[in-house]
């Protein structure tokens, strides 16, 4: 669970309606459900037409990793590729064909698939990095559907108080109702506005990072099989697989190298 965009949607939500209560306002005076249908129809129509429907799908089913992000384990990943490394040193790159049937993640299996298959270093790299290039165009477009989410939906709330106004120029002969009817229309320039800075567009930032996270893992893994195809030596391989978790915490490197090391005294006493 992501504690931040939790406690972000919670605190954000309570200072708005703390705010009002505290001015003497109600929260029954919010709760228009025409202006969230006019703002939510109207933004997700604009979205809709910007963007093919796989693309938004995706983007929806994506939201998950905003408030529950996918477990990345980054120190998993460079004990099983250092291991992958001892193994080759030892025993030849052939022998890690025993070991696909067991990966799950695909582009490491697929990395290695093809580092068992005698593919040069080189054309596996420009192999898979072509594949880092294009996945990342695709998932490029997941958070550009937020941020445009975010630039639709403030206009839509617009055109929502504009709607409401007309209803109540239409009704001039009932002055007492006038200002009643223009305070009801506004509140569609508020859902609009809220959506678009409490979630769309903090949520489109929030997945930038989860994206990138995913990159750089990736990233990491090919380098740690182009390494170990290479002949490299595992503790090498280690300390180049290390170097891509520089935005760490400061003692993540320290964590993650006295594991490895743990765990390869426990191979060598076995």
């Known amino acids: 669970m992501d504690k931040a965009s939790w406690g972000g949607v919670a605190l954000g939500l309570s200072g708005i309606v703390g705010g009002l209560l505290l001015e003497g306002g109600r929260l029954s005076q919010v709760l228009q459900p025409t202006a969230a249908m006019i703002v939510l129809g109207g933004t997700a129509g604009a ?5 093919p429907l796989p693309v938004v799908l995706e983007a929806v089913h994506r939201l998950g990793d905003v408030f529950m992000p996918p477990s990345h384990d980054p120190a998993a990943m460079v004990q099983e590729l250092v291991r992958y490394a001892n193994q080759a040193r030892r025993k030849g790159i052939v022998s890690l064909d025993e070991e696909l049937e067991k990966i799950t993640e695909p ?3 697929k ?3 093809l580092a068992v298959d005698g593919t040069e270093p080189q054309e596996l790299r420009t192999m898979m990095e072509l594949e880092l290039e294009n996945k990342a165009d695709m998932e490029e477009r997941i958070p550009q559907v937020y941020e445009s989410a975010g630039g639709f939906s403030p206009t839509i709330g617009i055109i929502g108080a504009v709607l ?3 209803q109540v120029m239409q009704h001039l002969d009932k002055i007492d109702e006038v200002g009643r009817g223009i305070a009801v229309a506004f509140v569609a320039t ?3 506005v809220a959506a678009a800075n409490l979630f769309l ?3 489109a930032g929030k997945l930038r990072i989860r994206i990138r996270e995913e990159e750089v893992l990736r990233e990491m893994t090919l380098e740690g099989v182009i390494s170990l ?3 490299m030596n595992p503790r090498m391989v280690e300390a180049r697989l290390l170097s891509f978790l520089g935005e760490s915490k400061p003692d993540d490197k320290a964590k ?3 594991k490895v090391k743990a765990k390869g005294k426990g191979a060598g006493a076995s």
């Open 47 to 51: 979205v809709l037409i910007q963007f």
């Open 107 to 109: 582009f490491l299996k």
């Open 111 to 113: 990395s290695l698939q």
């Open 164 to 166: 409401g106004l007309i």
């Open 190 to 192: 508020i859902y609009g």
């Open 201 to 203: 567009l903090p949520v």
């Open 229 to 231: 195809l290479e002949g």
């Open 256 to 258: 993650i190298t006295a």
